[in-house]
């Protein structure tokens, strides 16, 4: 009676702390749509009211008129969509060679993929432009596409680790009936790694969808 007591003040407590961290993650989201829906008077008000006095949905038909956001939003989705694609697929493929294939120097070459980890961003940010100046890239979705098929470190090594976990036994049984590395990746290894897969896309999307800097 008492230890049932006891879990549940703690249901509660947990119940109200995560309620409290619910509210505070939310309000800059509720605050943001409070104001896209109030006037500018409203906006510029203070001390400033959460809900506008009379919401203005129009507000949202005049900022799409402003600027070209049908542009912007495609052009977006066009480099979300090969990004996802190229860091997943590439990603994998070469994660699986790390992890289920003995070649010469494998481990100095994971170290030094690894080592690329701790290469800060603006150190390469000039290169990089160079290079893309270079081959006439600029102003195209090449330089924010063809990086994605090039490979990621930290993708590489949280997928590595998860093919890692994955028993040999699987691939070997493909071996003996004659299947070779892409068939053992593409349908062996692929559907198994489902999760970290899953995982690897949503990085790709957030990193893609907020990449200011690269756009």
């Not at 949905?57 to 008129?65: D, P, R, S």
């Not at 697929?89 to 100095?108: H, L, P």
């Not at 993708?155 to 049984?173: C, D, K, S, V």
């Given at each position: 009676?008492?230890?049932?007591?006891?879990?549940?003040?703690?249901?509660?407590?947990?119940?109200?702390?995560?309620?409290?961290?619910?509210?505070?993650?939310?309000?800059?989201?509720?605050?943001?749509?409070?104001?896209?829906?109030?006037?500018?008077?409203?906006?510029?008000?203070?001390?400033?009211?959460?809900?506008?006095?009379?919401?203005?949905?129009?507000?949202?038909?005049?900022?799409?008129?402003?600027?070209?956001?049908?542009?912007?939003?495609?052009?977006?989705?066009?480099?979300?969509?090969?990004?996802?694609?190229?860091?997943?697929?590439?990603?994998?493929?070469?994660?699986?060679?790390?992890?289920?294939?003995?070649?010469?120097?494998?481990?100095?070459?994971?170290?030094?993929?690894?080592?690329?980890?701790?290469?800060?961003?603006?150190?390469?940010?000039?290169?990089?432009y160079v290079i893309f100046s270079k081959l006439h890239w600029v102003d195209t979705y090449l330089p924010l596409i063809v990086p994605a098929f090039c490979g990621n470190a930290f993708h590489i090594f949280m997928m590595r680790q998860f093919?890692?976990?994955?028993?040999?036994?699987?691939?070997?049984a493909a071996r003996v009936d004659g299947a070779g590395h892409f068939y053992i990746w593409g349908r062996l290894m692929?559907?198994?790694?489902?999760?970290?897969?899953?995982?690897?896309?949503?990085?790709?999307?957030?990193?893609?969808?907020?990449?200011?800097?690269?756009?």
């Amino acid at each position: 009676m008492i230890k049932s007591r006891k879990n549940k003040i703690a249901d509660i407590v947990l119940f109200v702390i995560l309620a409290v961290g619910a509210i505070l993650i939310l309000f800059p989201i509720a605050w943001m749509l409070s104001t896209a829906l109030k006037s500018a008077p409203e906006v510029a008000q203070y001390p400033p009211k959460l809900l506008p006095e009379k919401p203005l949905f129009e507000n949202f038909a005049i900022a799409w008129g402003k600027a070209p956001f049908t542009r912007y939003t495609t052009n977006t989705l066009i480099i979300v969509f090969f990004t996802i694609i190229g860091n997943v697929f590439v990603n994998s493929f070469v994660a699986y060679g790390f992890a289920k294939i003995d070649f010469a120097g494998k481990k100095f070459l994971f170290k030094i993929v690894l080592a690329t980890m701790m290469i800060p961003g603006f150190v390469t940010l000039v290169p990089t432009y160079v290079i893309f100046s270079k081959l006439h890239w600029v102003d195209t979705y090449l330089p924010l596409i063809v990086p994605a098929f090039c490979g990621n470190a930290f993708h590489i090594f949280m997928m590595r680790q998860f093919y890692r976990t994955i028993p040999n036994e699987l691939m070997e049984a493909a071996r003996v009936d004659g299947a070779g590395h892409f068939y053992i990746w593409g349908r062996l290894m692929m559907p198994l790694v489902k999760p970290v897969m899953a995982t690897v896309a949503l990085i790709s999307f957030k990193g893609a969808w907020s990449d200011f800097q690269g756009l």
